[in-house]
T-cell receptor
Framework: GENVEQHPSTLSVQEGDSAVIKCTYS??????FPWYKQELGKRPQLIID?????GEKKDQRIAVTLNKTAKHFSLHITETQPEDSAVYFC???????????FGQGTRLTINP | GAVVSQHPSRVICKSGTSVKIECRSL??????MFWYRQFPKKSLMLMAT?????????EQGVEKDKFLINHASLTLSTLTVTSAHPEDSSFYIC???????????????FGPGTRLTVT
């Protein structure tokens, strides 16, 4: 089955700097890659997603890139703000499958 | 976006009792719902996939007789933790899949979670 690896497990950046979180997946049949943000004690919230027919997607300060050949995708947050502090999860879903396979999570801390 | 509710948000029960957790899709019909368990500072562990009107599909290592799942309608799925023990204490989160838009184009929305403490 699909396996998703996420790095780093923790990331600390200065406010205003950029943050990058990377994920790799094992099954080339995966075609949907969402990113979720989870604040402490709260539900995971979908922040951006990308499908395998595109290489990059951007939404204001957040962007996701996908390299299908290398089987990795990354989350980029620019001009970070304190409210970006949270745990971020990447996930992948096989084409035709129902379930998402999640990465281990990255705890992002934005230092003021 | 789509809204998923979960009830209760917190529950404390005694060892040996059963607890039911409800997951509802409020503004869309969810043919598929998912139940996850999350340990502190850990990732989401999928327990089972619940399809409306059919038996749930459990992940390897999850006891179906202990974690009973019922998905009787397009807006409600329930998880019952039977004969709960302290090791069942955890954060349980459901999610629901919305209606496909095009080939496989659907998103998954999470409920707010239920913190179960078994004493």
């Amino acid at each position: 089955g699909e396996n998703v690896e996420q790095h780093p497990s923790t990331l600390s950046v200065q406010e205003g700097d950029s943050a990058v979180i990377k994920c790799t997946y094992s099954d080339s049949a995966s075609n949907y890659f969402p990113w979720y943000k989870q604040e402490l004690g709260k539900r995971p919230q979908l922040i951006i997603d990308i499908r395998s027919n595109v290489g990059e997607k951007k939404d204001q300060r957040i962007a996701v890139t996908l390299n299908k050949t290398a089987k990795h995708f990354s989350l980029h947050i620019t001009e970070t703000q304190p409210e970006d502090s949270a745990v971020y999860f990447c996930a992948a879903r096989l084409q035709g499958a129902q379930k998402l396979v999640f990465g281990q999570g990255t705890r992002l801390t934005i230092n003021p | 976006g789509a809204v998923v509710s979960q009830h209760p948000s917190r529950v404390i029960c005694k060892s040996g009792t059963s607890v039911k957790i409800e997951c509802r899709s409020l503004d869309f019909q969810a043919t598929t719902m998912f139940w996850y368990r999350q340990f502190p500072k850990k990732s989401l562990m999928l327990m089972a996939t619940s399809n409306e009107g059919s038996k749930a599909t459990y992940e390897q290592g999850v006891e179906k007789d202990k974690f009973l799942i019922n998905h009787a309608s397009l807006t409600l799925s329930t998880l019952t933790v039977t004969s709960a023990h302290p090791e069942d204490s955890s954060f349980y989160i459901c999610s629901a899949r919305d209606t496909p838009r095009g080939a496989g184009a659907y998103e998954q929305y999470f409920g707010p979670g239920t913190r179960l403490t078994v004493t």
